[in-house]
């Protein structure tokens, strides 16, 4: 027999090795994930500089006919980014399966999934014998950046005009396409996402014909995340997009598109060249600042910056100075540049404009200790972003600080996130506001963004001529049967509709004007509640409208709070005050005289509650016959505390100011503690379950039906019964027993890796519909007696396993063994290196990690090829080791591990990432077993499977783990429904659809068989959970 692979002292040393490695990258990782090398520089140097000089000779050869300036037009989250790397593969300036979102740099774009900065790559394509320089751009998709996305366009000859086949045109497909179109782009349509179940490409194409009157005919269907049918892009871009104009005899004329900071080179600039030729040791000028600069490099995004000798006429690149641009204001996006002896002969470019923000916050450090510090990160953070305006500010309350402005409410939001993640700072932020403008008598004009200079109304009696509130005209796209709920909630809003139309039989985009303060105001979060994430909206403003708007101002004891003042419409007032009180009464500690705490407007109070003092008993030594002597010690008591609340300041602590403001700002966006309301009633595809124990006799008879009410109508069955199902007759005669007990359910079923198993028996189970194939470790859990003790007399099987396209499914944990440091909390990460190496002999063969329980397992198949992926139960989304020791009912395996590993598993289940998707593990055991002395190992979570994963990403909400925004219908639809589906090949024949609701009754204590001998307790018995329910 062959040594078991758990024992062996070379799997061990892969181990330790694997540990060492992540330990050593984690301290030497470089930003923008470029690995250190640990070799001379001379050595490091040689390759690169040989690699550049043969790419600019290559370049040199291209002429600007055979340029083509490109970017992608779609709305946030159809796979812009991911579409770019396959481009980038196919032409091989990047390596195949290499960093995911190349483009994307920054933290927060990966977090979120989305495009924040306008990112560029230079490729060269052969085609037809001939070499082609594309240049692509990858523009983001939300509102908030559309300056990115506009000064993107006016790079380019054409546009890939993307569109999620799933979810068909979106608001900002439809603003994108048209500011594409303002810019006379060449347009391809593209429809992404064509493999998923969910798909609907007929009416996709309905859709690009009817809304923007173009041939669809020629329209491309590709999975990015797959690469399907990108290969026919390339020649497309060819073929369709125009080249770029331009001499490059010509006087320079480039266009500053974008810039970014670093702390070397100074501030560099991305530009597009128009005109002539430009190179190191030039001398340049800017129109808007009239500054003259010394250029220090020029190069191109390969995707890296890539030093040239020069940028030509039709190039897109970046140039830096010498002496460097130290101050990033100066680089005014839009801007044109040219030459300083040209600067008589040239007209700059159109269309250069100021940013200008119209969404303000305070921000205030935790500590004010760490103003310096927290100072310093947001200078650092606006050398890059020079659309966030900054000016300090101080408060009694919260000491120094600074009011950011911003563009939108997503730009505010991801600023703040990369203050905290790639800072790690602690700040408060107040809720958001808006500029309103007053308009004196005399005809002056007053922009105000900060709601503590707004005059107070008894100030602007007789003295103003009208007050102004910004508007926005919101489009909105969304399925008929919610027209009713959007227009109601616009009408709540102040919105003014000004044009409703179809652009297919059952979609309408409707247009409001709508006050930007009531936009800022989460309208986003209501109207994705109000159509079960259905809708999407895109803004642009609208100028400036007079309004009945006032500033509200809390008073403590008739002292103003200057950090708690808010520019409203009047009709608010009575509603922000009473709620405005309430929460401080609750933050404010009481003192030994009345506390009065007020809402008003001007001198009128629009809102009271008092904080009753601290009573001392004067009257407790005092008989109690004696009257007169009990009514003049409370007299003397009540002066007493009249005069010390004439003189007395109110004692608020800080932290008091820092609690309301924060609840005050989560109850402005969404209540945390009812974080996903929004998903109440979103309809889904029925879930897929990829990985459940239906048992035996009884058991079987109980759970089964069970399926369908967690939300399920297709499952991957277990075979570890007893005995095993090591037969294809065995497997069928089981799948019909659970055939009969659930009609409505669809099962894959599986073989038991064992002995018995040959590759003519993978011949027969690839013939019968047999799905995988699964692998238990000799005495690891329930039913592995067994199990494999060696994989090496399993190769044959997995060589026909891999011809046949037949899935492996590993339970990936070692079993624990005497003198070795290998237990219930380390076993999965020490079996790492046999799923790597598995990998690595079989490249082809299609591997599941069944139910990851740490980050380290959730790393390693991410560092795996397309050919593996892993489960995520819905329980490890819950757990930590605390809550499965000592209760029989959450002990599993593999088991719950850290805080940490739980963070990883919440996270990449609503990644996005296809390689993860949801499977059960539900393993239900007798309530007598679980509690015997050496209780079975399993969770019982069927009845309620997509529920429970709900309650775990609330939860993770709540506590900050996940953001809201990242809990998208999207990527649950993926984790829930499509990812399994599609790394299994099957579909969901029956198109059944759930819709989630937020229950009222609790999780069953214990459920009984027919006959009442058996009973299982369910996971979270007794708890509130949500319910999928069938449409």
Known sequence: MQPCFWTSRSALRQCDALCSRTARLRRTALPNGFPRSFTTTATWLAGPVRVQGQLEQRIAKIPIERFRNFCIVAHVDHGKSTLSDRLLELTGTIAVGGKKQILDKLDVERERGITVKAQTCSMIYNYKGEDYLLHLVDTPGHVDFRAEVSRSYASCGGALLLVDASQGIQAQTVANFYLAFAQNLALVPVLNKVDLPSADTERTLEQLRDTFEIDSSNAIGVSAKTGLNVDKILPTIVEQIPAPAGKEDAPLKLLLVDSWYDNYKGVILLVRVFEGRIKAGDRIKSFATDIEYIVGEVGIMYPLETAQT???????????????????????????????????????????????????????????????????????????????????????????????????????????????????????????????????????????????????????????????????????????????????????????????????????????????????????????????????????????????????????????????????????????????????????????????????????????????????????????????????????????????????????????????????????????????????????????????????????????????????????????????????????????????????????????????????????????????????????????????????????????????????????????????????????????????????????????????????????????????????????????????????????????KLPSDRRALLKTAMSGDSKFFFGTDSAPHPASTKRADRYAAGVFTQPHAVGYVIDALEQGVQTGVLKEGEVTKERLQGFLCDFGRTFYKVTDERKERMVLAREKEAVEDVMTSADGKVEVVPFRRGKMTWEAKWK
Request: proline content about 5%; charged content about 25%; hydrophobic content about 40%.
């Open 310 to 896: 020069s940028l030509r006429a039709g190039q897109v690149g970046y140039i830096f100075f010498n002496p460097g641009m130290k101050r990033s204001k100066e680089a005014k996006i839009g801007d044109t540049y040219t030459h300083t002896h040209t600067r008589s002969q040239v007209q700059p470019l159109p269309g250069f404009e100021e940013p200008q923000s119209m969404v303000f916050v305070a921000a205030f450090p935790t500590d004010q200790s760490d103003f310096s510090r927290l100072e310093d990160s947001i200078n650092q953070l606006t050398l890059n972003d020079r659309s966030v305006l900054v000016t300090k500010e101080s408060s009694e309350a919260l000491g120094a600080g600074w009011r950011l402005g911003f563009l939108g409410t997503l730009h505010c939001s991801v600023f703040e996130d990369r203050l905290r993640q790639e800072h790690g700072a602690s700040i408060i932020i107040t809720p958001p506001s808006v500029p309103f403008k007053v308009v004196w008598k005399d005809g002056k004009e007053e922009i105000v963004s900060n709601p503590n200079h707004f005059p107070d109304s008894t100030v602007l009696h007789g003295k103003i001529e009208s007050l102004q509130e910004p508007y926005i005209t919101a489009t909105v796209t969304m399925p008929e049967e919610y027209l009713g709920k959007v227009i109601e909630l616009c009408e709540g809003n102040r919105g003014e509709q000004e044009s409703l139309s179809f652009f297919t039989s059952t979609q309408v985009i409707l247009k409001y004007a709508l006050p930007l303060e009531r936009l800022v105001d989460d309208f986003f979060g209501k109207l994705k509640s109000a159509t079960k994430g259905y809708a999407s909206l895109d803004y642009e403003e609208a100028g400036y409208r007079e309004s009945h708007i006032a500033k509200l101002q809390l008073h403590v004891n008739k002292a103003p709070v200057d950090a708690v003042a808010r520019v409203i419409h009047v009709s608010q007032a009575e509603r922000l005050g009473k709620a405005w009180v309430a929460k401080f009464k609750e933050h404010v500690d009481r003192q030994m005289f009345e506390v009065v705490i007020q809402a008003a407007i001007g001198k009128r109070i629009v809102a009271r509650e008092t904080l009753k003092p601290f009573r001392k008993d004067v009257l407790q030594k005092l008989h109690a016959a004696d009257a007169s002597r009990r009514r003049k010690l409370l007299e003397k008591q009540k002066e007493g505390r009249r005069k010390l609340r004439a003189v007395g300041n109110v004692a608020i602590d800080n932290k008091a100011f820092q609690s309301f403001l924060a609840k005050m700002t989560t109850i402005s966006h969404c209540n945390s503690l009812m974080a996903l309301e929004k998903l109440n009633g979103l309809e889904l595809p029925a879930a897929a379950d990829m990985h459940v124990h239906l048992r035996e006799k009884e058991i079987m008879e109980l759970v089964t039906p069970t399926i369908r009410r967690g939300g399920v109508n297709t499952v991957f069955v277990m075979p570890n019964l007893v005995p095993p199902i090591t037969t294809v007759q065995h497997a069928l005669q089981y799948k019909k027993q659970l055939q009969d007990l659930e009609p409505n359910v669809t099962f894959l079923m599986s073989l038991y890796l064992h002995p018995n198993i040959s590759p003519e028996t993978v011949k027969e189970a690839k013939k019968a519909g047999i799905a995988g194939i699964k692998s238990y470790p000799h005495g690891v859990t329930t039913h592995s007696e067994d199990g494999v003790m060696s994989y090496e007399q399993f190769y044959p099987v997995f060589e026909e396993m891999e011809r046949q396209d037949m899935v492996l499914n590993l339970h990936g944990e070692l079993p624990p063994s005497q003198g070795q440091d290998i237990t219930v909390l380390n076993a999965e990460e020490a079996f790492l290196p046999t799923l790597k190496d598995l990998h690595k002999k079989f490249p082809n063969l299609r591997i599941i990690l069944e139910h990851c329980t740490s980050a380290a397992a959730i790393q390693a198949v991410k560092d795996c090829g397309p050919t593996v992926a892993a489960t995520i139960t819905a329980h490890h989304l819950f757990m930590i080791v605390d809550d499965w020791a000592g209760d029989p009912h959450c002990f599993c395996k593999p088991v719950a």
